[in-house]
């Protein structure tokens, strides 16, 4: 526990290591704050402190350290599965939000979930932040003489996961995103412990030039060659089914018209007083349609037109062969 005298002249505290840490990000202390530690007699500057030893940014300047703690990395891949990889992405994207910012462009734990939301641009989004994220891990571990852990690749296997259809589910929510997960936790957990009331190594190194990652151009490039196959495969699918579905509005329509043509036969055939096997006067029977008589139906092929009676209209045979095996019932005609 730890005493502060603030800006204003005043005793704070006493407050935990961890709310110190939260001040100097928050830029409430500096190196140069007085601060006594419990059980102690004498004032110090915070900068003394072995603890509190912020590691400079790239290119000059200092800044606040980590506030990543340790987490049990069973926990975590549990939780990944009961929450249907929601924990995952929420967990994940939160630990920007717990590290120094050393460029322009590392996003906060807002931006890093926020822009995940975002149709199209996160398709491109899921890469930068995942694959940022393992960056600015190592960078930390380095600082506290941890080696790299180097699961960039891996984090862009995991995204390339997310976003293929069925295989996402197959192999990315059940195999690949659990393993990056789990690994990456365990890093964040070694370098928890490793920089726990300890200062930092060596300083990251002053720089100029971006930090390395995909392009625009190569992420769209691995997006479109995973989505066009499936696009092709889902299409492979979707195509017969679009057909058999217009065969069989097809046939109810020519089964609808010869209905109608057959109520329009009974009705003349009442009034003009005609028995079965007498002739058909389409021409009459015309009378009682709004639209006229149909001689050939919507393929081109005639109906079948014999004498009053049960059979007195039927549908081409050529029409029935056309629009054959899609589950349509012909009934009398």
Avoid at 274 to 296: C, P
Wanted: proline residues 7%.
């Amino acid at each position: 526990m730890y005493k502060v005298i603030g800006a204003d002249g005043k005793e704070y505290g006493p407050v935990t290591a961890e709310q110190l840490r939260q001040w100097m990000q928050e830029g409430r202390v500096n190196n140069q704050t007085m601060v006594q530690s419990e059980g102690a007699m004498d004032w110090k500057a915070l900068g003394s402190f072995p603890e509190f030893s912020a590691p400079p940014v790239a290119g000059g300047g200092e800044a606040p350290p980590h506030r990543l703690t340790q987490f049990p990395v069973a926990v975590v891949i549990l939780l990944h599965f009961l929450t249907c990889g929601i924990f995952t992405f929420i967990w994940l994207n939160l630990m920007h939000g717990k590290l120094p910012r050393v460029r322009a462009n590392d996003p906060s734990a807002g931006k890093a979930v926020g822009f995940c939301f975002i149709p199209f641009f996160n398709l491109y989004w899921i890469f930068f932040t995942y694959r940022r994220l393992c960056l600015r891990v190592d960078e930390q571990r380095e600082l506290y003489g941890l080696p790299p852990s180097n699961l960039r690749e891996l984090a862009t296997t995991h995204c390339i996961f997310q976003i293929i259809p069925y295989l996402n589910i197959l192999l990315g929510y059940t195999i690949i995103t659990p393993i990056f997960l789990g690994m990456m936790q365990s890093s964040i957990n070694q370098l928890a412990a490793a920089s726990a009331g300890t200062a930092p190594r060596r300083t990251l190194p002053a720089t100029t030039v971006p930090a390395p990652g995909l392009s625009g151009p190569a992420v769209v490039a691995i997006v479109l060659a995973c989505l066009i196959p499936f696009f092709g495969f889902f299409a492979a699918l979707a195509i017969p089914g679009f057909v058999k579905a217009r065969k069989q509005s097809q046939a109810r329509r020519v089964i609808n018209d010869a209905r109608r043509l057959d109520a329009a036969i009974d009705q003349w055939a009442i009034e003009k007083g005609k028995r079965d096997g007498d002739a058909i006067n389409t021409t009459e029977a015309a009378a009682y349609l709004r639209d006229g008589w149909k001689s050939v139906d919507i393929l081109g092929n005639p109906y079948e037109i014999s004498v009053v009676g049960p059979n007195q209209i039927r549908i081409s045979p050529t029409t029935k062969t056309a629009l054959n095996g899609v589950g349509v019932d012909w009934g009398n005609f």
